[in-house]
């Protein structure tokens, strides 16, 4: 009976963390198509020899990032109330500390991204009220920069949370077999 109850108790957080490391996969995939296809169409807008059609790209590209920045803000939520914590206690019991600065960096690296998208939304909010106030190209480039940022961002979070889940899990699994 003990070994029954202790064996369930192991599925629930095992099923959690499976289903978590799916959702980050499905989600992470999702946000590398979209930058990848927003720093494209900023680039365009970066190398255009005219501006016909530019402030239109731009407002287009504001909006995109408006709803990519509140989709990227519930990730993050969700990472940072549900995901990471349980992952900082497991470190902070079976493993050594020193992984602990690496979230911080994924945070700072965050924040960063989110200063260049917030540069290129107020800037695309200043052409469109007076078109010469400064180079079209400039305020793709803040685009561009926060999507580099953002793609090297969900890149570093894999190769830390990627192995990091998955050890959890074999963890849970040999606890499971030994009991």
């Not at 990848?36 to 016909?52: G, I, L, N, T």
């Not at 800037?123 to 007076?130: G, W």
């Amino acid at each position: 009976m003990y070994q029954k109850t202790r064996v369930e108790m192991t599925k629930a957080p095992m099923t959690a963390i499976s289903e978590g490391l799916e959702r980050l996969k499905q989600e992470h995939g999702e946000f590398k198509q979209v930058l990848m296809e927003m720093e494209k169409q900023a680039k365009q807008v970066e190398s255009a020899p005219e501006r016909f059609g530019a402030l239109q790209s731009l407002l287009n590209l504001r909006l995109w990032a408006l709803a990519f920045r509140e989709e990227l803000e519930r990730h993050s939520n969700w990472e940072e109330l549900e995901l990471f914590p349980f992952l900082t206690s497991y470190i902070e019991r079976k493993m050594s500390p020193s992984i602990l600065p690496s979230f911080w960096s994924l945070e700072k690296d965050h924040e960063l991204a989110d200063e260049h998208m917030q540069a290129f939304l107020r800037s695309v909010h200043l052409l469109k009220a007076n078109p010469e106030a400064m180079g079209y190209n400039q305020a793709a480039a803040y685009l561009i920069q926060a999507c580099h940022i953002l793609q090297e961002h969900l890149a570093k979070e894999e190769q830390l949370v990627f192995p990091l889940t998955q050890q959890v899990l074999d963890d849970i699994n040999g606890a499971a077999a030994n009991h």
